[in-house]
Structures are given as structure tokens and as C-alpha cells.
């Protein structure tokens, strides 16, 4: 059964759905990656019975890690063979910009526009312990791909 979060009265929505601030998901992408915000906007158009954009934000996911996977990988064999990052670090620095002017910005206006603020809004606990825990595995990885690729030397 499917929740019609698209309710044209706010007080629907609020009694079927919630969703986390995608302003301030964005926000927190700064800190914690585009992946972080990419995935809860992912949930919150999946809460406003969107599956188009829930799957264009999966896709938004899934490239993120990508990059920080090969961030992680560039990072080991930099360290391995003692030169610079030329390529992925700006990459990485552009990634954000690009993934906001065309995704996150695109949530932000519809939740203003359709809700304003009054809006049911998920706790920020749960999902900000769970990015903590991923950046510690994330730095963790990183560093140990590093020493192993040292130690091959």
C-alpha cells in the first residue's frame, strides 16, 4: 500500500508522512558528502511519492560513493608512490556545486512551495550517529588501504 504523501492539503501530509528538512540535508552534505545528502533526499522524495526523483537521487548516491571510493584508492596510491592528487581532489571539490545546482536545490523548492513550514520532520539523531559511524569507517579504509599499499613497498 502506497501513501499519497502528493495530498494537496498540508494537514494530509502531516498526518501520513514525514520527511527531513532538505535545506538542511544539504547543509549537512557539507560536512558528511553529497552521499549523505543524496541518500535522505532520496527517503524524503520516496516519503512524497516521488519514485522518478527518489531513483535520480539513488543515482546521485551511488555516484557520490563512487567518488569517494576512488578518493580513497587515489589517496592509497599517492601515498604509495609519493606524489600529488592532480585530478580527483577538485573532482571531489566540484562534485558538491554540480550535485546541488542540479538535485538538492530541486527539494528545498518544492517542500517550501507545496508545505512551507508546516511539514512533519523526521529526527536528525538517528541519521547524523549513522553518518558519524560511516565517516570514522570511511577514514579508517582510507588509512588502512594506505598502510597495506606502503607495506607492498
Not at 9 to 17: G, R, V
Not at 104 to 111: D, E, N, Y
Amino acid at each position: 500500500m502506497s501513501i499519497d504523501c502528493n495530498a494537496s492539503h498540508p494537514a494530509e501530509f502531516e498526518s501520513t508522512c514525514a520527511i527531513w528538512n532538505p535545506a538542511a540535508a544539504t547543509v549537512w552534505s557539507l560536512l558528511f558528502t553529497p552521499a549523505f545528502g543524496a541518500f535522505i533526499h532520496m527517503l524524503n522524495w520516496q516519503a512524497l511519492g516521488q519514485p522518478e526523483q527518489a531513483a535520480s537521487a539513488k543515482k546521485w548516491f551511488y555516484a557520490s560513493l563512487a567518488l569517494l571510493m576512488l578518493q580513497i584508492v587515489t589517496r592509497a596510491l599517492n601515498a604509495r608512490f609519493g606524489t600529488e592528487p592532480w585530478l580527483v581532489h577538485p573532482l571531489g571539490l566540484l562534485f558538491f556545486p554540480v550535485w546541488y545546482v542540479c538535485a538538492a536545490r530541486a527539494q528545498t523548492r518544492l517542500v517550501r512551495a507545496r508545505f512551507g513550514a508546516s511539514y512533519v520532520r523526521k529526527s536528525w539523531n538517528t541519521v547524523l550517529m549513522g553518518a558519524v559511524m560511516a565517516g570514522a569507517v570511511y577514514a579508517l579504509a582510507s588509512a588502512l588501504l594506505s598502510l597495506v599499499l606502503l607495506a607492498l613497498t
